[in-house]
């Protein structure tokens, strides 16, 4: 997933992947990859579902704390649709355009979805980001996403920080932002969720990950465990200057946001460069251990405990880091593979909308 903005009238803490153009899989990926599976055909009155040139706002109705209503706004943002979420009550989702109104199984809604909108394609049920296939480990399709997440937020954040360095903390041009104190409230909230998702995705790997290789070439993650050990200092530095940033007077605080953006720089080349060296050396690693569906099952499960507070508190969070269809094949690893009674516990938190 790039990191380049599109031209867009949002404040920089606004800006979300959904802005951006969601890249064509690339030629050599997509000439080896399996054939799209096929969404089951709605059962209908209809023989055939008409396209349509959109211009009016498609509505999505649901509980909010599910994980099919979630899949769905992915999969209709993935098709640059105008979309309005409506909280429901109501557990069956239901999807209404125009005078049309369907709901039923997310196989259904998503069938519906796909003769609708014919473009781009939903990849369902397909890993195929950057190469990856089927027989990619579970837990490495989810670090990878993961990454991308962490990466764009921390891009995100760079720019932001930046901006508000480049004004001297005075008020933004969008007056949603607020006041340069709301600002700060904000842009401090934003990089907590952020602090959360990258502490608990180091633990995942010392806890989860790291042990299985360790345990057929010692001294394997030795570099990764040390580059952890390097970011930590500096993610605490940069929640340490946000909170000295927001006791200041507006006025004089320029010099310590270019020093915030000035850490925020050096940390994202710093995870970008050990993110690259864990998919490059490690990751890989866990593919040649050869472990059976139901052991990837267990190390997915057990990666997804250790990172409770990020799949309750930071959900959407983890989630607004990825385009459309990287946030719908991390959906698809929590429902087809995720223990349910776990799923359910972070739902319960009601954070998912």
């Known amino acids: 997933m790039g990191t380049c903005f599109s031209s867009s009238t949002k404040s920089t803490a606004e800006i979300s992947p959904f802005d951006l153009v969601v890249k064509t899989p690339p030629s050599s990926a997509a000439a080896t990859a399996p054939p799209t599976q096929r969404i089951p055909t709605a059962t209908a009155t209809k023989t055939e579902t008409p396209t349509v040139s959109f211009a009016a706002t498609v509505r999505l109705y649901g509980p909010p704390n599910s994980l099919v209503t979630t899949y769905l706004r992915f999969a209709l943002l993935h098709k640059k649709v105008p979309l309005r979420f409506v909280p429901s009550e109501d557990q069956k989702p239901t999807i209404q355009v125009g005078s049309e109104t369907v709901s039923g199984s997310l196989e ?37 996403l993961q990454h991308r997440s962490m990466l764009w937020h921390m891009e995100r954040m760079l720019r932001w920080s930046e901006d508000l360095a480049a004004r001297g903390g005075k008020k933004a041009v969008d007056p949603s932002v607020g006041t340069p104190k709301m600002e700060i409230r904000k842009f401090a909230k934003s990089y907590t969720h952020l602090q959360e998702l990258m502490l608990e995705h180091a633990q995942m790997e010392e806890r989860i990950l790291f042990p299985v290789l360790e345990s057929v070439d010692r001294g394997m993650c030795k570099s990764a465990n040390e580059e952890h050990g390097r970011e930590l200092p500096m993610m605490n530095g940069i929640k340490e200057d946000i909170k000295s940033i927001g006791v200041l007077d507006s006025g004089i605080c320029s010099e310590a946001l270019f020093s915030l953006a000035s850490r925020f720089k050096s940390l994202q080349m710093m995870c970008k460069t050990h993110f690259e060296e864990e998919e490059k050396d490690l990751l890989p690693m866990v593919e040649a251990a050869e472990m059976g569906k139901e052991k990837q099952k267990k190390l997915l499960n057990q990666s997804l405990e250790v990172m409770s507070g990020t799949h309750s508190n930071s959900f959407d969070f983890l989630l607004e880091g990825l385009t459309p269809q990287e946030a719908m094949q991390y959906l698809d690893l929590l429902m087809k593979f995720g223990d349910p009674n776990l799923i359910s516990s972070f739902l319960c938190s009601d954070v998912v909308d």
């Open 108 to 144: 259904v809604l998503l069938r519906y979805i796909e003769d609708k909108f014919p473009e781009p394609r939903l990849m369902i049920w397909k890993f195929n980001l950057e190469g990856f296939d089927e027989a990619t480990p579970l837990i490495v399709r989810a670090i990878w």
